[in-house]
C-alpha cells in the first residue's frame, strides 16, 4: 500500500505565496514521477506541474515563471512553491506519485486566493 499526503494548502491574497508539501510512504520501490494537479470550482482537474525522479519538470503554460516544483528523493516527498497568486489559482491541490507503473493520488489541500 501506498499512502500520498499533501499539507500545506490555505487562504492567500492576490500576489501572495504558499508553499505545498506532498509524502508518499508505504510500499514504495521505486518513485518515478511526482506532480501536482488541481481542479478548481467546476472545471475538470488538469496538471499544473510535473517532476521525474531524474528532476526534469514540466509546467502548465499558466503557472510558468509564477509556480516551481522540486523533489527530495531521500523522503520522498514533492514541494510546489507558488508566488504571484491570482484567484484563478483558487482549487483543490492533489498530489500524484507513480510508484513502478501505478499512479497514486492524494486527498487533495484547498488553496484559495482571495482578498
Known amino acids: 500500500q501506498v499512502q500520498v499526503v499533501e499539507s500545506g494548502g490555505g487562504l492567500v491574497q492576490p500576489g501572495g505565496s504558499l508553499r505545498l508539501s506532498c509524502a508518499a510512504s508505504g510500499s514504495i520501490f521505486r518513485l518515478n514521477t511526482m506532480g501536482w494537479y488541481r481542479q478548481g470550482p467546476g472545471n475538470q482537474r488538469e496538471l499544473v506541474a510535473t517532476i521525474t525522479s531524474g528532476r526534469s519538470t514540466n509546467y502548465a503554460d499558466s503557472v510558468k515563471g509564477r509556480f516551481t516544483i522540486s523533489r527530495d528523493n531521500a523522503k520522498n516527498t514533492v514541494y510546489l512553491q507558488m508566488s504571484s497568486l491570482k484567484p484563478e489559482d483558487t482549487a483543490v491541490y492533489y498530489c500524484?506519485?507513480?510508484?513502478?507503473?501505478?499512479?497514486?493520488w492524494g486527498q487533495g489541500t484547498q488553496v484559495t486566493v482571495s482578498s
Open positions: 500524484y506519485s507513480q510508484v513502478g507503473s501505478v499512479g497514486y
